[in-house]
């Protein structure tokens, strides 16, 4: 058995919990949230650790309903907490069929006023309107410079492929404003594979600047994450702000044995002195059937470092079962 470091965590942290979301809050709790395998309802959960959050007892707080708009394939929930209220955002589908391909997903908002989101009711504040009816999921929030910005994936009807990333403004946490500009597309090899896809973003700030990680290609082990990179300085809202690594920055390792690593989310760790990479994975290659119905893509986590030009260094992903 390993000796136990600091800020070292055993993975998988979570089992059967994809697309993992966590906040570590103000008040010291991590907060959680994940698709679920059967993608009919959001859990929340916390813990004062992260390895704990694989014990916490997971709260509902919200089901999908029988018909309509948001009764099929609940995915990618993230919480956030947004001037003084709890949000979380997700996607859902009127049907599990898909269409030239593609599901129907649109994305939504819930609030919640309570304190503690694992109380209180949840709210829908319905669906965020973009400048399409089409495709549309993974959304995430941050504020930079007194703004609040939308980051999410979509299906442009006039561009070949899944889903590219696109910005916004907010004028409130459930409503855009202004320009929605598209920041990336799926264009390298490596982000082709299976599918066209560019989804899952979630944002880091350091070193005067501002990244954006997110994942490409199909959900089996050729799921991976890139990353797009701005200046903290920069108009946000014009695409040539956004540089984008020409190779991804975390992905299969059969060394270690860790499969499609991706959709990620960033936290610190317990003492706060480091960065902290939640992500998902498999620990087989080999599928049966439709990725996205096999229920074993874990939650993990694990600290990174940084290079010597401010980038982020995720390294490889880790074993299961070591403590790192």
């Known amino acids: 058995m390993d000796i136990k470091r600091e800020n070292e965590y055993i993975n998988p942290v979570v089992e059967q919990r994809a697309d993992p979301w966590v906040y570590k809050h103000s008040d010291g709790f991590y907060y959680f949230t994940a698709s679920v395998p059967e993608y009919d309802r959001i859990e929340v959960r916390r813990s004062a650790t992260i390895q704990g959050l694989s014990d916490a007892v997971p709260v509902v707080a919200w089901r999908k309903y029988e018909t309509g708009p948001l009764s099929a394939n609940i995915w990618a929930p993230e919480i956030h907490y947004i001037q003084g209220k709890w949000y979380i955002y997700f996607a859902a589908a009127r049907t599990t069929e898909t269409k030239d391909g593609l599901f129907d997903h649109r994305m939504y908002v819930l609030e919640n006023e309570n304190a503690n989101p694992l109380e209180g009711t949840w709210v829908e504040k319905g669906q965020v309107r973009t400048r399409w009816e089409s495709f549309a999921l993974d959304a995430t929030t941050f504020e930079h410079h007194g703004e609040l910005y939308y980051v999410w994936a ?46 899952g973003a979630a944002v880091l700030k350091r070193n005067g600047r501002i990244f954006i990680a997110y994942s490409a290609s199909a959900t089996d082990f050729n799921y991976r994450m890139g990353l797009l990179t701005a200046d903290e300085s920069a108009d946000l809202m ?66 990174f470092t940084w290079n010597e030009d401010g980038t982020p260094n995720f390294g490889i992903p880790v074993k299961d079962g070591v403590l790192r």
């Open 154 to 199: 979509q299906k442009d009807p006039e561009i070949e492929g899944n889903s590219n990333l696109y910005i916004s403004k907010m004028e409130n946490p459930w409503t855009l404003t202004g320009e929605q500009v598209m920041i990336s597309t799926p264009e390298y090899d490596w982000e082709i594979i299976g599918f066209r896809v560019n989804e």
């Open 238 to 303: 014009d695409p040539s702000s956004w540089k984008k690594s020409p190779k991804p920055v975390f992905e299969t390792n059969e060394a270690t044995g860790q499969y499609g690593p991706g959709h990620n989310s960033f936290t610190v760790s317990e003492d706060g002195q480091d960065d902290v990479l939640i992500y998902h994975a498999r620990n087989y290659k080999e599928i049966t059937g439709d990725p996205l119905y096999d229920p074993n893509r874990h939650t993990r986590a694990q600290v």
